[in-house]
């Protein structure tokens, strides 16, 4: 059997229904027996830490919110079952009527490079801040207020923040997570 040349196409989904968009493509594939013309069906994400109540929770925040990536080797009925998908608006770059432009190879890498590059990653904030920067106070006794970065602590992933309390500047050692650019 010939192998068939497979492409990466990115689909508009719904937002929020990225998820639902992809068990919904995964199942119609299975269903019908074309895995051989579909090979991977992506949601691009990053694990993002916050402090909620005193404790530290990760969460998945998606890259491209709305969008989803496949890679398919794509004929009329594959396009067109996709496109019948409950919450698939369509394909990308796809002229009214016209075939769907797959993605360069090289956007696909960089895309996909980023998302190991994240899974790699330690625990780390994907924001670093700036001596200087207006932050806001998210989590701790000070919750609400708001400061300039005086000094980053990169090893203890904290910072030094100036905040103003009861008219009085106040230097406070907040940890990243305990505060989120303004």
């Known amino acids: 059997m010939t192998e068939v040349t497979k492409k990466w196409y990115v689909i508009r989904a719904a937002g929020g229904k990225e998820k639902k968009a992809r068990e919904y493509i995964e199942r119609e594939v299975k269903r019908l027996h074309l ?3 579909v090979s991977q069906v992506l949601i691009p994400t990053e694990k993002i830490y916050q402090v909620k ?10 890259f491209y919110p709305g969008y989803i990536l496949i890679e398919v080797a794509l004929t009329p009925e594959i396009q067109h079952l ?28 960089r895309i996909l490079g980023r998302v ?6 330690e625990e780390e904030n994907i924001t ?4 200087g920067e207006a932050v806001k106070v998210i989590d701790g006794p ?3 207020f708001n400061g300039t970065v ?14 103003k309390i009861f008219g009085r500047k106040t230097l406070l050692e907040l940890g990243f997570v305990q505060v989120e650019k303004e």
């Not at 670093?128 to 001596?131: D, E, F, G, K, N």
């Not at 005086?150 to 905040?163: A, G, P, Q, T």
Request: glycine fraction near 8%; charge should be negative; avoid cysteine.
């Open 35 to 37: 895995e051989e013309y």
């Open 142 to 144: 000070f919750n609400g």
């Open 82 to 109: 996709i496109t019948s998908i409950p919450h698939v608006s369509g394909f990308l770059g796809s002229v009214k009527g016209g075939d769907p432009v797959p993605v360069r190879m090289a956007e696909i890498n």
């Open 150 to 163: 005086e000094e980053i602590l990169e090893d203890k992933k904290k910072l030094k923040v100036m905040v």
């Open 53 to 62: 109540n005193g404790k530290k929770i990760s969460k998945e925040r998606i």
């Open 128 to 131: 670093p801040y700036l001596v």
């Open 116 to 121: 190991d590059e994240q899974a790699e990653r």
